[in-house]
């Protein structure tokens, strides 16, 4: 089982609210921030969420997030076609003294 | 935030070395932590090394631990990252990127700049 675990895909149209969950299988992550990129295939990783729920500079507030226990999730709500990426959480870990991310999820807007 | 800009990429034969560097501006380069990560063809996003503000501490995937070093020079606004013992599963665009705050804990940051990415390729 992975540390960080997401679904491979998701999808929703124009408009319409979409989660992405991860689910945190370790407990040396348990109390540790989670956060969350956005990457488009050639391009540089964004930073979509800070802290569990910071959200950066420049992200609109259609993004949001959430961690509870061995959870978080990222929704993003009136979703864009501009919003199709990967999404990928990432928490440090304390017993690898080192950064996970999940697998990722597939965004498509439909 | 900041820009970063990655080169010393290319081809190289398993066992080989390269040595990535990654050179910033925008920022105050030595009150930010710094990391690299990698993504392997086909494959997700993974975290190499990291790098406290002052280099006082590094870390490592356990992947890349004893083969690969991560340094910086603050005086001249570069992260560094000296990959010896390449093997074919290192092949991968590796991206330097930057803590979104300063002087901080490891661990309680996020990456707010990355740089276009750098293609490494291990192959005979």
């Known amino acids: 089982q992975s540390v960080l675990s997401q679904p491979p895909s998701a999808s929703g149209t124009p408009g319409q609210r979409v989660t992405i969950s991860c689910s945190i299988g370790?407990?040396?992550?348990?109390?540790?921030?989670v956060f969350w990129y956005q990457h488009l295939p050639g391009t540089a990783p964004k930073a979509v969420m800070y802290?569990?729920?910071q959200r950066p500079s420049g992200v609109p507030d259609r993004f949001s997030a959430s961690k509870s226990g061995t959870s978080a999730s990222l929704a993003i709500s009136g979703l864009r076609s501009e919003d199709e990426a990967d999404y990928y959480c990432?928490?440090?870990?304390?017993?690898?003294?080192?950064?996970?991310f999940g697998g990722g999820t597939k965004l498509t807007v439909l | 935030q900041g820009h970063l800009v990655e080169s010393g990429g290319g081809v190289v034969q398993p066992g080989g070395s390269l040595r990535l560097s990654c050179v910033a501006s925008?920022?105050?380069?030595?009150?930010?932590?710094m990391s690299w990560v990698r993504q392997a063809p086909g494959k997700g996003l993974e975290w190499v090394a990291s790098?406290?503000?002052?280099?006082?501490?590094?870390y490592y995937a356990d992947s890349v631990k004893g083969r690969f070093t991560i340094s910086r020079d603050n005086s001249n606004n570069i992260l560094y990252v000296q990959m010896n013992g390449l093997r074919p599963e290192d092949t991968a665009v590796y991206y330097c990127?930057?803590?979104?705050?300063?002087?901080?804990?490891?661990?309680?940051?996020?990456?707010?700049?990355w740089g276009q990415g750098i293609l490494v390729t291990v192959s005979a």
């Open positions: 990127a930057k803590d979104d705050l300063p002087v901080a804990g490891i661990g309680l940051t996020g990456f707010d700049s």
């Open positions: 802290r569990n729920n």
């Open positions: 925008g920022f105050i380069f030595s009150s930010y932590g």
């Open positions: 790098i406290r503000y002052d280099g006082s501490n590094q």
């Open positions: 990432a928490a440090w870990d304390d017993s690898l003294s080192g950064w996970v």
């Open positions: 370790s407990s040396s992550i348990g109390n540790n921030y």
